[in-house]
Nanobody, 128 residues
Framework: QPQLEESGGGLVQPGGSLKLSCVAS????????IGWFRRAPGKEREGVSC????????NYVDSVKGRFTISRDNAKNTVYLQMNSLKPEDTGVYYC?????????????????????WGQGTQVSVFS
């Protein structure tokens, strides 16, 4: 299984932007769907977005549609999450994870329990 590492988190004001990166080492991310999840303070982990193995299929939770964009560069073994128009409710620790299949399925919409490799997370804080 690959080791995943997230980066790009930080502190931003409402309306601002951040771009998260998820880099894999030890194994290719090609042929696998990759999801982004977040855990807000005091809440359960939730799925934010998921992308199929070649990027043709993308999925978003309703609360981020139109603001977040997931993409991937398989040559760099990296998946990105561009986050625009950030809101305080986007605050949390963001994780990327690998799904052991080429398409996202439905597991990403919950807590991602079927995802088999996880990063350590990167903190995103949105407040004035």
């Amino acid at each position: 299984q690959p080791q995943l590492e997230e980066s790009g988190g930080g502190l931003v004001q409402p309306g601002g932007s951040l771009k998260l990166s998820c880099v894999a080492s030890g194994h290719t991310l090609n042929y696998y769907a990759i999801g982004w999840f977040r855990r807000a303070p005091g809440k359960e982990r939730e799925g934010v977005s998921c992308i199929g193995d070649h990027g043709g299929a993308t999925n978003y939770v309703d609360s981020v549609k139109g603001r977040f964009t997931i993409s991937r560069d398989n040559a760099k073994n990296t998946v990105y999450l561009q986050m625009n128009s950030l809101k305080p409710e986007d605050t949390g620790v963001y994780y990327c994870a690998r799904y052991p299949y080429w398409e996202c399925g439905t597991s990403w919409r919950s807590d991602g329990r079927d995802f088999d490799s996880w990063g350590q997370g990167t903190q995103v804080s949105v407040f004035s």
